[in-house]
């Protein structure tokens, strides 16, 4: 397992624009598959979007394609989630989880994931 990182939470107005940060704790993401999940109050825990730390491949809940993006920066060892048009249904707790493995396929199991961050709360106002 890796120790993850998250940060980039906040408040903002519906319209606005976040950009979440994933960084691993002492060691590199190489070959890892990296995805973002978000949980909101009494609902399951639900995938967002994924990425191969190897590979330029991403893949997207239908709730959030066109609207987020996710990228990632070698120089900086960083997973990014950036967050545009945000609704209010987007307000939840966004977690950034890490596979140990490059994915041939996108994995959107919060239980395909071996290590989790603590979460980053973010808040939507309508």
């Known amino acids: 397992q890796v120790q993850l990182v998250e940060s980039g939470g906040g408040y903002v107005q519906a319209g606005g624009s976040l950009r979440l940060s994933c960084a691993p704790s002492?060691?590199?993401?190489?070959?890892?598959?990296i995805g973002w999940f978000r949980q909101a109050p009494g609902k399951e825990r639900e995938f967002v979007a994924f990425?191969?730390?190897?590979?330029?491949?991403?893949y997207y809940a239908d709730s959030v394609k066109g609207r987020f993006t996710i990228s990632r920066d070698n120089a900086k060892n960083t997973v990014y989630l950036q967050m545009n048009s945000l609704k209010s249904d987007d307000t939840a707790v966004y977690y950034c989880?890490?596979?140990?493995?490059?994915?041939?396929?996108?994995?959107?199991?919060?239980?395909?994931?071996?290590?989790w961050g603590q979460g980053t709360q973010v808040t939507v106002s309508s």
């Open positions: 989880a890490a596979h140990r493995t490059w994915s041939p396929t996108p994995l959107t199991r919060a239980s395909d994931f071996d290590s």
């Open positions: 002492g060691r590199t993401f190489s070959s890892y598959a």
């Open positions: 990425i191969n730390w190897s590979g330029p491949s991403t």
